[in-house]
């Protein structure tokens, strides 16, 4: 299994800051993908990072709000810009695992905007 | 649209009986499903997934039940323990623009009563 380390754990933030959540992998791999778990909801699919081109973001997410950068096959980073408290969510990190249907997440970044 | 659905958000079971967590899904193309547990503070941990192909997949105490024609799986787990408490979310695979992506239903909170 691959082993997901994401940064900051958690944070508390002022509306209109920016903050950028870290995911680490300790093997490459092609594509790594950011979710979000907002309170008593499912965990929804923002974008898909694929090393060396432009995330590929789902419908109701946009790059100007949540930037990604994927600079190697083991890291990437999500910035939630410009924050508002609807942004406060659980945001997760994931990779796919070496089986098919099998896929991995980090420990999430708790975010709350105040 | 909520193409995985599961309708008990909450589920408590006596130590050592058998748990049911179901899943309801809308779209026939989903080729692979997936069952996830998530402790508090932690990311989802792959617990089990079933091909669309097949109808069981059993894994020790886990067993994954899919009846395509009603669109529906089950997570059996059997005997239950106290460690089992935590929130299951169902997911189910889809190919779609080059690659696999995972729509989650909302959970279901499991508490294994010592």
């Known amino acids: 299994s691959a082993v997901i380390s994401q940064k900051p754990s958690r944070d508390i933030c002022q509306r209109g800051t920016s903050l950028t959540i870290q995911c680490q992998v300790d093997s490459q791999v092609t594509m790594m993908f950011w979710y979000r778990q907002q309170p008593g909801q499912s965990l929804t699919l923002i974008a898909t990072a694929n090393q060396g081109s432009e995330a590929t973001y789902e419908s109701g997410f946009v790059i100007d709000k949540f930037p990604i950068s994927r600079p190697n096959l083991t890291f990437s980073t999500l910035t939630v810009s410009n924050m508002s408290p609807e942004d406060s969510s659980i945001y997760l990190c994931?990779?796919?695992?070496?089986?098919?249907?099998?896929?991995?997440f980090g420990q999430g970044t708790r975010l709350t905007v105040v | 649209d909520q193409q995985v659905k599961q309708n008990s958000p909450s589920l408590s079971v006596q130590e050592g009986r058998i748990s049911i967590l179901n899943c309801d899904y809308t779209?026939?193309?989903?080729?692979?499903f997936l069952w996830y547990k998530k402790y508090p503070a932690e990311g989802p941990t792959f617990l089990i997934s079933?091909?669309?192909?097949?109808d069981k997949n059993e894994d020790g105490r886990f067993t994954v039940f899919l009846n395509k024609s009603a669109k529906h799986l089950s997570l059996h787990i059997v005997p239950s323990q106290p460690g089992d408490s935590a929130v299951y979310f169902c997911?189910?695979?889809?190919?779609?623009?080059?690659?696999?992506?995972?729509?989650f239903g909302t959970g279901t909170r499991l508490k294994v009563l010592a």
């Open positions: 079933i091909s669309s192909i097949k």
């Open positions: 994931s990779v796919e695992g070496f089986l098919r249907a099998e896929a991995f």
């Open positions: 997911a189910a695979s889809l190919y779609t623009s080059g690659t696999y992506k995972y729509i």
């Open positions: 779209n026939s193309m989903f080729d692979y």
